[in-house]
C-alpha cells in the first residue's frame, strides 16, 4: 500500500483545511487509515483513524469536535477536515495505514505511512 498526502499550508487561527490521502492498491476487512502529527520537538502522536468497511472513526481527545476523518471507498482516498485550527495544531501530518489495528494510537501498528504535509496555523 503506498499512500501520498497533500492539502496542508498556512492559515490563521480558527480556519478550516482539509487533508487528502490518496491510497493505491485494494482495501478490504480491517483496513484501517489514520491520521497522525509531529510537532517540532515532539513525538509524532494519533489524530484520528477511520475502518476502511463500515467508517467508524475514532479521535484524539485533542482533536473531537474539530476534526473530522472519512474515507471515499470509490475515490481510496481518506480525508481530515479540520476546522477552528489553533496554533498548536502546527504540525507535520501523516497518514497511516494498516490491514488492521491493536491500539489506534500506536504508531507501530501501522507499517504503511505517507510522506507528511505541513500545516501551520498562526495566531
Known amino acids: 500500500v503506498q499512500l501520498q498526502a497533500s492539502g496542508g499550508g498556512l492559515v490563521q487561527a480558527g480556519d478550516s483545511l482539509r487533508l487528502s490521502c490518496a491510497a493505491s492498491?485494494?482495501?478490504?476487512?480491517?483496513?484501517?487509515m489514520g491520521w497522525f502529527r509531529q510537532a517540532p520537538g515532539k513525538e509524532r502522536e494519533f489524530v484520528a483513524g477511520i475502518r476502511w468497511s463500515g467508517g467508524s472513526s475514532y479521535y484524539a481527545d485533542s482533536v473531537k469536535g474539530r476534526f473530522t476523518i472519512s474515507r471515499d471507498i470509490s475515490r481510496n482516498a481518506a480525508y481530515l477536515q479540520m476546522s477552528g485550527l489553533k496554533p498548536e495544531d502546527t504540525a507535520v501530518y501523516y497518514c497511516a495505514a494498516a490491514w488492521a489495528v491493536i491500539k489506534w494510537y500506536e504508531t507501530s501498528d501501522y507499517p504503511f505511512w505517507g510522506q507528511g504535509t505541513l500545516v501551520t496555523v498562526s495566531s
Open positions: 492498491g485494494r482495501m478490504f476487512g480491517n483496513f484501517v
